[in-house]
């Protein structure tokens, strides 16, 4: 039997299940994680840290008489698990009874996992040595163009994970997933002129991985281009998103149509459902289903199915996305979302247009390509956006030079009415992603 074949981990869930409801539980819930990982750093051609390890954890949720309380351990022993309902159960009456807990009452479903793509078994034969030079080879390449000056290192990680979840209701399944990455950060230029940037390839299945010659000539390409940047005038234009910044900004608009920020009142978008917030050509979707992507999953942590929602419909609100509290606190229907004890994206994205990303830029006068922001100012209540960044600066529908020292400032209701153009390069590349995208205008503060 391998590590990843766990009938004793589906035994245990139901031996908790049953103990806890001898205790009183009216309702209980089990989630049970086995897990492996590695992760190597490689700076300089030196190897910074490197880890490899496996980990069993378990996460409970218990309610009684309305009243929630939740507990994890990572020591599995029976006795130990006991002693922790035991302690849910008091720490439960301690808590004030909320009308709106409890566990999702679900039909009894088989799930078939193997056609969504979720593991990839070659993961685990990976030689650890074939790890560290795949890392060792991305910086290499990277710092082989004498225009990079300093590394911030190159990761090489896997993980191969299997959840079991139960719970008193009957439910009671369990699925395994893989995931790998390659990453590297590195600087360019000299004291005075330093610039960095970084680049990534995330996959759940190791044949799908960029190799380390793009994941490093991508992040050179990213860095060098923000060499000698130069300041502009506070204006008014065009922005460009990369599919990083739309990505980014998909990333906030989430925030705001997820259930539990709306119940609290915390999005701007709370009065929205059903009403226009965008132009005609928008349509978002969250997608639990796409084989193979980064964010598909058969059920959410709370074991409710996960499918296709559309969110934005030509510009209409569809669906707010909930978990089972956020969508009884709303009188809506659980969408699949639940992550732990909050809201998470599956595959969350904005549907790709048909323009190249070349020809966006072709048919811009004069404008900014945003590639990287930094700090926080988003404030979902008002859907007010106001961050420092860097871009590159376009005139004549090309580009003309970098630019840094600047913020960009708007509101996500109005960009959301002033996405024009769409891109065709709409890749999942994380479980929030957007194609490129071009903002009829927004301010850009400079000097």
Not at 28 to 46: H, M, N, P, T
Not at 63 to 81: C, G, P, R, V
Not at 87 to 111: C, M, T, W, Y
Not at 312 to 332: P, V
Request: aromatic fraction near 6%.
């Amino acid at each position: 039997m391998t590590r990843h074949e766990t009938p004793e981990l589906r035994v245990l869930a139901e031996r908790l299940l049953s103990f806890g409801r001898s205790q009183g539980a009216d309702e209980i819930e089990v989630s049970i994680l086995d897990g492996i990982e590695f992760s190597v750093d490689v700076r300089l051609g030196k190897i910074e840290n490197m880890v490899e390890a496996g980990s069993r954890y378990l996460g409970l949720r218990l309610i009684k008489d309305n009243k929630t309380a939740y507990a994890t351990s990572s020591d599995l022993k029976m006795e130990t698990l006991e002693r922790l309902v035991k302690n849910a159960i008091h720490r439960a009456s301690l808590a004030n009874p909320d009308e709106f807990a409890g566990l999702p009452v679900l039909k009894q479903r088989e799930f078939d996992t193997s056609t969504l793509g979720l593991f990839d078994p070659s993961i685990l034969d990976l030689d650890v040595h074939h790890k560290i030079a795949l890392a060792t080879e991305t910086e290499k390449i990277a710092l082989s163009d004498k225009r990079i000056t300093n590394s911030h290192g190159a990761n090489f990680e896997t993980k191969v994970i299997n959840s079991v979840l139960a719970n008193s209701h009957g439910f009671i399944h369990e699925y395994k997933e893989s995931f790998c990455s390659l990453s590297l950060g590195i600087q360019a230029g000299k004291t005075d002129n330093k610039v960095e940037d970084f680049w990534s390839s995330t996959s759940r299945h190791f044949h799908e991985l960029e190799p380390p010659e793009k994941v490093g000539k991508i992040a050179v390409q990213r860095a060098v281009r923000q060499l000698n940047p130069q300041k502009i005038k506070t204006q008014s234009v065009p922005v460009i998103f990369e599919p990083t910044m739309t990505s980014w900004l998909l990333g906030f608009l989430f925030g705001c149509i997820s259930g539990m920020a709306v119940y609290q009142k915390l999005s701007f978008l709370s009065d929205k459902l059903g009403k226009k917030i965008g132009n005609e050509n928008i349509a978002v979707y969250d997608d639990g289903q796409m084989t193979g992507r980064l964010g598909t999953r058969p059920y959410d942590s709370e074991g409710v199915p996960t499918g296709r929602h559309c969110v934005i419909e030509k510009g209409t609100l569809k669906n707010f996305l909930c978990n089972t509290y956020a969508g009884k606190k709303l009188d809506l229907p659980s969408t699949g979302n639940a992550d732990g004890a909050g809201v998470g994206p599956n595959n969350f994205f904005l549907q790709a247009g048909e323009k190249s990303p070349e020809n966006i830029i072709q048919n811009t006068e004069k404008g900014l390509i945003l590639i990287r922001t930094i700090g926080h100012g988003l404030n979902p209540v008002t859907g007010d956006i106001s961050r420092g960044a860097f871009g590159l600066w376009v005139e004549n529908g090309e580009i003309v030079y970098p630019v840094s020292e600047i913020t960009i400032a708007g509101n996500l209701g109005t960009i959301l009415n002033q996405i024009e153009e769409l891109g065709n390069d709409l890749e999942f590349r994380s479980s929030i992603c957007g194609p490129t995208i071009k903002i009829q205008e927004l301010t850009v503060a400079g000097k």
